[in-house]
Each structure stands twice: as structure tokens, then as C-alpha cells.
């Protein structure tokens, strides 16, 4: 009887570990993070999935990144995408779109703050991850933006990184073409970047 009830603790002890909810960490972003114009391989997301199986193994990263994604149509997809995956982490990745079509930084601050909401309702920590835009959009359209992320982060009590591109913005040798997004040489400086404000939420 005793041999009977200790293979039983063990089979249930198995099943449960076996029924542990998986980790997730859902990426929402635009082209910064759907690694535009370069393998995916060497997109930021895809060494932060590598780096994580190495040093916190049993995390999977869902990228549901997509080129040309403003916070309007990311706070429309965000319901679903929670439902679906059950993030733990829930990286935030909009608004270089909306800057970039000049659109009202209320609505972009309006649209994230959304996000978080939903996203932290659904049990995730959240990391906002900041964009600039180039000189030539003026210092009080660029400080707008900047204060967005930062009272969002203040307000909603979230992890961000003020800007994603730091380090990597300014160097030509880093930058493709356009001027706006990283080559694959400059991928691994935006995952530092990330990861510095990421790893205290794994745990």
C-alpha cells in the first residue's frame, strides 16, 4: 500500500510539472523589432529568443511584430494575441509610426496606455520600449514623444527603455540605408539595450 501511494504522489507530482503553464514573452512592435530588410535570424527578437535559451531556459518568445504597425492597430490586435499566448512579459514596441506620420501624441499616449492596461489585467509585466525620431521633426514634437514613454512608465509603473535605438541611431555604420532602421551588426547592441530592462522581470 505504501509503495502504492508514493508512485502515486510521483505520477501526480509528473503531471503537474508536465501542466505547468509554459512562459511566454509576447514581442508587439513595428519594423524595429520585425527586423525589416534583414534575416530574421538577426533581428533582435530572434537573439533575445537564443540568449534566453541559454541563460533562462523554458521562456518562449512569440514575435507578433509587424512593418508599419501604428498603436492604434497594435491596441486592436493586443486583445486577441493575449488570449491566445497568456504572456507573463508583454514587450510594448509602437509609436515610431504614428511620429512618423506626425500623429497626435495624445492618441499614441491614449493607445499605450491601453496596451498596458490590457496587457497587466491579463496578469503580464510590461516593458515599454521608446523610440526617437530624426532632427528634422523639431524639439517639441521629439520632447512630446519622448515625455509620452516616460509618463506612461511613471504613471503605469512599467520597465522602459527610453530609447531602443541608443547606441546604434547615430552610427552610420550601423544604420541601413533609410536611416531609421539597424542592420544586423547593430541588432545585437538594441538587445543589450532591451535586455538591461528585461531580466529583472523574468524572475
Known amino acids: 500500500m505504501r509503495r502504492f501511494l508514493c508512485l502515486l504522489v510521483l505520477l501526480c507530482g509528473i503531471g503537474a510539472l508536465q501542466a505547468a503553464p509554459a512562459k511566454t514573452l509576447i514581442v508587439l512592435g513595428d519594423s524595429l ?8 535570424e538577426s533581428g533582435w527578437v530572434h537573439l533575445l529568443e537564443v540568449r534566453l535559451n ?8 512569440v514575435n507578433a511584430s509587424i512593418s508599419g ?9 493586443l486583445p486577441a ?3 491566445q499566448y497568456h504572456p507573463r512579459i508583454a514587450v510594448i514596441e509602437l509609436g515610431a509610426n504614428d511620429g512618423l506620420q506626425g500623429l497626435s501624441l495624445s492618441t499614441l499616449h491614449d493607445n499605450l496606455g491601453a496596451m498596458i492596461d490590457a496587457a497587466q489585467h ?10 526617437e525620431l530624426p ?16 509618463d506612461l512608465a511613471r504613471d503605469k509603473h512599467v520597465a522602459l527603455v527610453p530609447f531602443l535605438l541608443d547606441g546604434v541611431a547615430l552610427n552610420p555604420a550601423l544604420m541601413q540605408e533609410d536611416g531609421l532602421h539597424p542592420m544586423a551588426a547593430g ?4 538587445l543589450n539595450t532591451v535586455w538591461n530592462q528585461l531580466k529583472p522581470l523574468l524572475h
Do not use: C, F
Not at 523589432?33 to 530574421?40: E, L, R
Not at 504597425?69 to 490586435?77: D, K, P
Not at 528634422?136 to 520632447?143: A, C, L, M, T
Not at 541588432?187 to 538594441?190: D, L, Q
Open 33 to 40: 523589432s520585425a527586423a525589416h530588410n534583414i534575416p530574421v
Open 54 to 61: 541559454d541563460m533562462e531556459p523554458g521562456w518562449t518568445v
Open 69 to 77: 504597425e501604428t498603436s492604434l492597430s497594435g491596441r486592436n490586435r
Open 81 to 83: 494575441l493575449l488570449a
Open 122 to 131: 491579463a496578469g503580464a509585466k510590461v516593458l515599454l520600449l521608446g523610440i
Open 135 to 150: 532632427v528634422n521633426y523639431g524639439p517639441q514634437y521629439r520632447d512630446g514623444l519622448r515625455a509620452v514613454y516616460a
Open 187 to 190: 541588432e545585437p547592441i538594441v
